[in-house]
């Protein structure tokens, strides 16, 4: 990187930051198993590869009803209802039909083109991110009622496998993974009221579904072109943190700037393919990767303010704690894009 660069831009070394966006792949686990115990904490000073994703396979949510079938082409494809996909899913991934259908209630009402402030899509809410990096969907495909729902219970059943209740997977479903500390849901004001009303509304094996609501058309973009949420670095390492079965919430600021690169590497193998994996050095390059820096910055201040309120913690100490957890000299990386 120029000399000159770096100083126009003031901020030092922090763009050669970089941890290894790959390494030995992991195959995700299909259906994961419930009431996993914990793993014990580990603050290693480079991340394992075993936690990555493997970055050559392709996650496809299965097109009917509860296996992996092939999708069903011309008149015999058929259009299920939302209750039917709520219902399809929980049964693929072995989650309560009516705890699927309690947590749709409150995350979207039952609306598919539901966007909220933060940029959360769908039926499930689910950051474009997460849904890239535990499904591997695209921002567009989140609109698909089917895919949203697939992956938002995939993402769920995770988190209770990882945190082994159904109470703690809520917690972490909403506050993040990284909160959960102990195996104690953080008492934000927020984040207990969800849980509660989630809970109430949850009536293990019956029926609380609304029947034969209509899937509607796909409103895709309807998120508009102000957003930046699929900018943000949060999504990855919430659900790299959730797949290495970590406690120590210093180990997701490292992976929030391991995330950083991975974001960067979507973002510009779409224009300059050669660029991917590699630090950024032109001006273009730099601005890209400044700004996914800036929009994660802001994606986690907004969590601190929405759930912590008047103790939330600054921009400044969010920023201080990413440049904390980027190791010095920058380590070699390959590209996060499977090309």
């Not at 009516?98 to 933060?118: G, H, Y």
């Not at 579904?209 to 670095?233: F, R, T």
């Not at 390492?237 to 406690?247: I, L």
Request: aromatic fraction near 8%; charge should be positive.
């Amino acid at each position: 990187m120029k000399k000159e660069v770096l100083i126009s831009l003031s901020i030092g070394t922090f763009f050669l930051f970089t941890l290894s966006s790959c390494g030995n792949p992991e195959e995700r686990p299909s259906k994961p198993q419930p009431n996993v115990p914990q793993q014990g904490e580990s603050t290693p000073a480079q991340l394992p590869d075993s936690v990555l994703p493997n970055e050559n396979e392709s996650y496809k949510p299965p097109s009917d009803g509860s296996d992996g079938a092939s999708e069903p082409s011309g008149e015999t494809q058929r259009k299920y209802s939302l209750d039917e996909l709520a219902q399809q899913a929980a049964n693929r991934y072995d989650v309560d039909a009516s705890l699927v259908c309690a947590i749709i209630d409150q995350e979207s009402k039952w609306d598919p083109n539901a966007v909220s402030p933060k940029g959360a899509v769908g039926l499930m809410q689910i950051m474009p991110q997460t849904g890239e990096e535990a499904c591997g969907l695209a921002e567009n495909q989140l609109y698909d009622p089917k895919k949203n729902v697939d992956c938002g219970v995939r993402y769920f059943s995770e988190l209770h496998a990882r945190f082994g209740s159904v109470k703690l997977a809520l917690c972490a479903y909403n506050a993040g993974p990284h909160r959960i500390v102990n195996g104690k849901c953080p008492r934000f004001r927020e984040t207990t009221g969800y849980v509660r009303k989630i809970l109430a509304a949850w009536k293990p094996g019956e029926q609380n579904c609304p029947q034969n609501v209509a899937s509607p058309a796909i409103a895709i973009g309807s998120m508009g072109k102000s957003s930046q949420a699929h900018l943000s670095a949060k999504g990855v390492a919430d659900y790299r943190f959730v797949k290495g079965g970590y406690n120590s919430p210093k180990i997701w600021w490292k992976f929030v700037c391991q995330g950083i690169d991975v974001v960067y590497d979507r973002e510009i193998y779409k224009t300059q393919p050669s660029a991917c994996g590699k630090p950024a050095k032109t001006q273009r390059q730099i601005g890209t990767w400044v700004k996914i820096l800036n929009v994660t910055i802001n994606d986690i201040y907004g969590d601190e303010v929405r759930l912590k309120q008047r103790s939330a913690m600054s921009k400044r100490k969010v920023k201080a704690n990413i440049i904390k957890a980027c190791p010095k000299p920058a380590l070699p990386r390959t590209c996060a894009v499977n090309r």
